[in-house]
């Protein structure tokens, strides 16, 4: 916060590419953050602009989860990498405020989650995906080489057969 109320009295405006990503994945604490932002403008009369309360935002997640803003700061990266390939490779946009832009972004987070602590769950669907989804389960692979190469860890096939599935139904709600 001392960071944010000196950058605004210097006029140092700081873009923060990962706005999107944050509102959606972390919506409890931006909350928190908004509220305190509100307080801190009120006190002090000053104009925050939303990309402080981002901010603020990674920060407070970090803490309650005892990560770190460095952790929370590198999935938020990856994740906006993920979602930004998975845009080319279906050659649409998401709206950030969809559903399907907030159902992918919690979806990464978590394969995201269960890959860094190895905690894959089998999918006795993987066959059938690979078959009946060739498109989607190679944009999976795709997704799988970003994050393997990024956290040095083996996404299990299984977890890319559920991206898989999330790519596909995605696909489908885009194509309506």
């Known amino acids: 916060i001392a960071f944010s109320l000196k950058r605004i009295k210097d006029g140092i405006e700081v873009a923060n590419p990962f706005l999107a990503e944050t509102r959606t994945l972390y919506n409890e604490e931006y909350n928190v953050a908004a509220k305190a932002v509100k307080m801190i403008s009120d006190r002090f009369d000053l104009d925050i602009p939303e990309s402080e309360v981002g901010f603020i935002t990674l920060h407070i997640h970090g803490a ?8 929370t700061l590198k999935n938020t990266t990856v994740i906006k990498e993920l979602v930004t390939k998975v845009e080319s490779e279906l050659g649409r946009k998401l709206s950030y405020e969809s559903l399907n832009y907030a159902r992918l972004v919690n979806h990464l987070r978590f394969a995201l989650e269960r890959i860094e602590i190895d905690s894959s769950n089998p999918n006795p669907l993987l066959k059938n995906i690979k078959k ?9 692979e795709k997704l799988a080489k970003i994050i393997e190469e990024k956290f040095n860890s083996k996404v299990p096939e299984a977890e890319k057969g559920y991206l898989a599935l999330h790519l596909e139904r995605l696909k489908r ?3 309506l």
Do not use: C, H, T
């Open 132 to 140: 009946n989804f060739d498109f989607s389960f190679q944009v999976a």
């Open 173 to 175: 709600d885009l194509e």
């Open 64 to 71: 309650r989860n005892e990560r770190g803003i460095s952790k």
